[in-house]
């Protein structure tokens, strides 16, 4: 959620995977606050290059850079994306969440992210969730943030305020917003979004590049 009056505190904490969402956000977030840092989670992903790609984005922001370890999770919430052997959906099943849903993983890592933010005087938190995601995963909706929110603000006494810019829009958009951020370039070539490890367009056929390209190709043919 967005502060009505968009009156801005002086830093924000954004929590960064590396990939076309959240450095939009990143950049977004350096846009609106005077002072930045990022947080990336180890939760037993796939592939360390996550982490490696993020880092290297957050340093030439000039942004501090944090990491921190949730592999428990990863035991808790069988999945695709932490399980080599579970072979990936490539589209939503019927009438339930793809294999690449992990349960309780946003509400982990932007509750950690307020416990770190809290540590560095920090009470605005970015975080890329959308509700426009392909999958309609339960912690990518706007209910659940705001829910959070005030938990967050209850158990720590704190006035913690959840931004998510990307909430209502489509990836078209998003695409849009990294341009007029001046960034569309940086999240093309040096970002990772595919679920398969491989970054910039990625290997074309896991359901993040799938809409990835999608929302490329739609910003290209409303930018013409």
Not at 173 to 195: K, M, N, P
């Amino acid at each position: 959620m967005l502060r009505p009056d968009m009156n801005f505190k002086k830093a924000a904490l954004v929590s960064f995977s590396g990939g076309q969402d959240s450095t939009t956000c990143l950049f977004w977030a350096k846009k609106h606050f005077e002072h930045v840092e990022a947080v990336i989670f180890r939760y037993g992903q796939r592939h360390a290059i996550e982490v490696e790609i993020a880092a290297k984005i957050a340093s030439n922001a000039g942004t501090p850079f944090h990491v921190l370890d949730l592999s428990l999770l990863s035991q808790l919430a069988p999945n695709a994306l932490t399980d080599s052997t579970i072979v990936m959906d490539e589209k939503k099943p019927d009438e339930k969440y793809p294999n690449t849903f992990v349960p309780g993983r946003n509400m982990l890592f932007l509750t950690y992210a307020a416990i770190l933010a809290r540590s560095r005087g920090i009470f605005d938190i970015v975080t890329g969730i959308s509700e426009v995601d392909y999958s309609g995963y339960p912690d990518c909706r706007d209910a659940f943030v705001r829910s959070l929110n005030e938990t967050l603000n209850l158990a720590m006494d704190e006035a913690f305020v959840l931004h998510t810019p990307l909430m209502y829009l489509t990836k078209s958009e998003v695409w849009a917003l990294s341009d007029a951020l001046g960034v569309f370039d940086l999240v093309r070539a040096q970002t990772i979004t595919c679920y398969n490890g491989i970054p910039a367009d990625g290997c074309g056929h896991c359901p993040a590049c799938k809409l990835r390209k999608a929302g490329l190709d739609g910003f290209r043919t409303h930018s013409q």
